[in-house]
Structures are given as structure tokens and as C-alpha cells.
């Protein structure tokens, strides 16, 4: 099975700053992770598939990178509607998927 | 536009059964991989299992495979989850998802239900 490690699990930032939150998974997912953000009460929504597609409708505040095993999900400019859970999603299998542990992103 | 609504939760009592039900609208439901994920309260999500497009197929995560069990019913546009042999454990909010790719299996979940929350107790 494919284990995702997902750093860090909280993350205190102001409105404007950098925010970069990584994903590590045990073995090579060939580009197949997804990121979404969750608020509170409300489902997951889709941010950015096949590791660096942004999703029609997401900011382009939102980027991803990375191959192999390391990911990265950036907001280059984190504005006050971005304070939420994000979770990466590891779907390179068809019989099994996985999502990291989630990063909060709070208000420093 | 695409629409998925989960129904079917409630309080159930340890070891008892429980069937959930998502009605998708708004895409060709018979065409694509249907996913169900779930919540703890307060916990991250956890994927529970898949089923593909034609129901040929049918995936489970270790923690729910011989007690879940996933089902479709493609002329209601219809997704179940039934669940036995319930535990405290189980208690979650429950959330239907569609996969991305036409008449594939894998792939990421690019709409989501509201969730319906299920809670395990005596």
C-alpha cells in the first residue's frame, strides 16, 4: 500500500505570505496526486490534479510541483479566504487511495 | 451542473447495520468510477471504497473490506454503501465522490457530496 506523509500538519501564516505544504508518498506516484482544501463543515474541494493542473475556477494564487515521491502545493499570496485544511490525494493506483494527514492553515 | 446528495445517515447502535444512498445528477452517472470517503469528526479524510462505472468492479480500504459494501443502480443514478457490523470506529461523516475519468477506474474525485454523518453508538 501507499503511504502519504504530509508536512506540516499546522501551519500559522498572515494574509499576503508564501505558503508551501508538502506531501511524501513511499513509493512513486508518476504525477497521479491531487491537493484539495476543505473548510469547516463543508466537503473537500478540487484545487490542482495530475500534480500541477490547476482546477477551472482556482485561483492562480494555487500552484503544484513536484514528481516521483516529493509534492508541493504553493499559494504564492495567502488571502483570508484561503485559512483552511488541504489535503493531498495519491490516486495512482485503481484499487487504492490515499490522503495525507491535512495541513491547517491558520492566522498567525 | 453536477449534483450529489448522500441520505441514510443517523444514529446506529454497535454491530447494527446502516444503508446509504447517493443520488447524482447532472453527468452521466453510468459512465463513471463512484467513490464513497469518509470523515471522523476531527480527523482527515479517509477514502472507504469504489466501485466502477458498470459495477464490474468493487475496491475497499483495510479498515471497512468483509464488513461495507459498495453498489450502483445505474437506471436510478444511485450509489449505496451498506454497512454491517457496525463500531464506534465507523462514526463519521460519510461523503460520496465521482471520479474523473469516463469509463476508467482510477483517478482523482473531482465533485463531492455534502456529506451524510453517521454516528455509531449505544
Known amino acids: 500500500d501507499i503511504q502519504m506523509t504530509q508536512s506540516p500538519s499546522t501551519l500559522s501564516a498572515s494574509v499576503g505570505d508564501r505558503v508551501t505544504i508538502t506531501c511524501r508518498a513511499s513509493q512513486s506516484l508518476n504525477s497521479w496526486l491531487a491537493w484539495y482544501q476543505q473548510k469547516a463543515g463543508k466537503a473537500p474541494k478540487l484545487l490542482i490534479y495530475?500534480?500541477?493542473s490547476l482546477e477551472s475556477g482556482v485561483p492562480s494564487r494555487f500552484s503544484g510541483s513536484g514528481s516521483g515521491t516529493e509534492f508541493t502545493l504553493t499559494i504564492s499570496s495567502l488571502q483570508p479566504d484561503d485559512f483552511a485544511t488541504y489535503y493531498c490525494l495519491q490516486y495512482n493506483t485503481y484499487s487504492q487511495w490515499t490522503f495525507g494527514q491535512g495541513t491547517k492553515v491558520e492566522i498567525k | 451542473q453536477v449534483q450529489l446528495v448522500e441520505s441514510g445517515g443517523g444514529v446506529v447502535q454497535p454491530g447494527r447495520s446502516l444503508r446509504l444512498s447517493c443520488a447524482a445528477s447532472g453527468f452521466t452517472f453510468s459512465t463513471y468510477a463512484m467513490h464513497w470517503v469518509r470523515q471522523a469528526p476531527g480527523k482527515g479524510l479517509e477514502w472507504v471504497a469504489v466501485i466502477s462505472y458498470d459495477g464490474s468492479s468493487r475496491h475497499y480500504g483495510d479498515s471497512v473490506r468483509g464488513r461495507f459494501t459498495i453498489s450502483r443502480d445505474n437506471s436510478k443514478n444511485t450509489l449505496y454503501l451498506q454497512m454491517d457490523s457496525l463500531s464506534a470506529d465507523d462514526t463519521a461523516v460519510y461523503y460520496c465522490?465521482?471520479?474523473?475519468?469516463?469509463?476508467?477506474?482510477?483517478?482523482?474525485?473531482?465533485?463531492w457530496g455534502q456529506g451524510t454523518l453517521v454516528t455509531v453508538s449505544s
Open positions: 465522490a465521482k471520479g474523473d475519468w469516463e469509463r476508467g477506474l482510477t483517478g482523482y474525485f473531482d465533485y
Open positions: 495530475k500534480t500541477s
